[in-house]
Nanobody
Framework: QVQLVESGGGLVQAGGSLRLSCAASGRTFSNYAMGWFRQAPGKEREFVATISVSGGSTYYADSRKGRFTISRDNAKNTVYLQMNSLKPEDTAVYYC????????????????WGQGTQVTVSS
């Protein structure tokens, strides 16, 4: 089992920044690719970003490329999502997820999920 706990969400004005963190425990963190997803009210969960087990490879949804940065610190068992130039349409609950081996953009490929952290961007 892998337990994931997100933090860092909150209320921010459009154009502002937030850094989300996701702390992992339970299994060897460096064996797991990590992803960030988000879900807005009434919408399906959507892919945000993913990172390989070593942190050497990352992939982003097109609309987040250039504004969001995913990173990880395997010594601290933590993955981060730096979000800049936030827009009201970025408002959602943000979830981190873990899967063994290669990273993926598909929610169903992930085995472990955190409880989510709310991000609200005001206009």
């Amino acid at each position: 089992q892998v337990q994931l706990v997100e933090s860092g969400g909150g209320l921010v004005q459009a154009g502002g920044s937030l850094r989300l963190s996701c702390a992992a425990s339970g299994r060897t963190f460096s064996n797991y690719a990590m992803g960030w997803f988000r879900q807005a009210p009434g919408k399906e969960r959507e892919f945000v970003a993913t990172i390989s087990v070593s942190g050497g490879s990352t992939y982003y949804a097109d609309s987040r490329k250039g504004r969001f940065t995913i990173s990880r610190d395997n010594a601290k068992n933590t993955v981060y999502l730096q979000m800049n130039s936030l827009k009201p349409e970025d408002t959602a609950v943000y979830y981190c997820a873990a899967r063994r081996s290669y990273y993926s953009t598909l929610p169903n490929d992930y085995n472990y999920w955190g409880q989510g952290t709310q991000v609200t961007v005001s206009s």
